[in-house]
Antibody, heavy 117, light 109 residues
Framework: QVQLQESGPGVVKPAETLSLSCSVS????????WSWIRQSAGKGLEWIGRIYSVGSTDYSPSFKSRVTISPDTSNNQVSLRLTSVTAADTAVYYC?????????????WGQGILVTV | EIVLTQSPATLSLSPGETATLSCRASQSVRNYLAWYQQKPGQAPRLLIY???KRATGIPARFSGSGSGTDFTLTISSLEPEDFALYYCQQRNNWPPPLTFGGGTRLEIK
């Protein structure tokens, strides 16, 4: 049973960079697609982007200019960086694993981490 | 971007009753629609994918139907633990972007 755990600072100042990690246990990040999704009161659930294996990425056009998702295979983690944050980036950030063979279907989620800008 | 509209926003029912939740897409998503349940303080949980396939461990009282632009999540014989938020999500023309609906709150009457 795979488990995902988000970590990082709970508070980020405006114009700075938000950096989060997703630790994966019970499975390797080198398989499956791993996404970052956020949830805010204003915009609901928003898909940010995803990574597959050691570097293939896809990003939502809404975030593409500000986001980087990268792997840390030595620690079995997936990282999210979001630059130039504003109050609108205040949200709960989740990492999630896609279901094999059903790209874009999220079968496992972390508990989420609240980030306040 | 495909917009998903969920209705009603809030549904008030009693345990034992049947809940019918709707999700309408602004354009066809074929059958590439999923439903998630979210309880307070928890992450969403996958219930249904590809419109009608139940995810692992999901009780049979949860069923999904529809294709194209109109989809329904039916929860029969509501249990107390079923009262929660429900979201639909499409993955047509993926990637990106995929989108989520605004949610339906199922509350105890």
């Amino acid at each position: 049973q795979v488990q995902l755990q988000e970590s990082g600072p709970g508070v980020v100042k405006p114009a700075e960079t938000l950096s989060l990690s997703c630790s994966v246990s019970g499975g390797s990040i080198s398989s499956h697609y791993w996404s970052w999704i956020r949830q805010s009161a204003g915009k609901g659930l928003e898909w940010i982007g995803r990574i597959y294996s050691v570097g293939s990425t896809d990003y939502s056009p809404s975030f593409k200019s500000r986001v980087t998702i990268s792997p840390d295979t030595s620690n079995n983690q997936v990282s999210l960086r979001l630059t130039s944050v504003t109050a609108a980036d205040t949200a709960v950030y989740y990492c999630a694993r896609e279901k094999v063979g059903y790209s874009g279907t999220f079968e496992s989620w972390g508990q989420g981490i609240l980030v306040t800008v | 971007e495909i917009v998903l509209t969920q209705s009603p926003a809030t549904l008030s029912l009693s345990p034992g009753e049947t809940a019918t939740l709707s999700c309408r897409a602004s354009q066809s998503v074929r059958n590439y629609l999923a439903w998630y349940q979210q309880k307070p303080g928890q992450a969403p949980r996958l219930l249904i994918y590809d419109a009608s396939k139940r995810a692992t461990g999901i009780p049979a009282r949860f069923s999904g139907s529809g294709s194209g632009t109109d989809f329904t999540l039916t929860i029969s014989s509501l249990e107390p633990e079923d009262f929660a938020l429900y979201y639909c999500q499409q993955r047509n023309n993926w990637p990106p972007p995929l989108t989520f609906g605004g949610g339906t709150r199922l509350e105890i009457k």
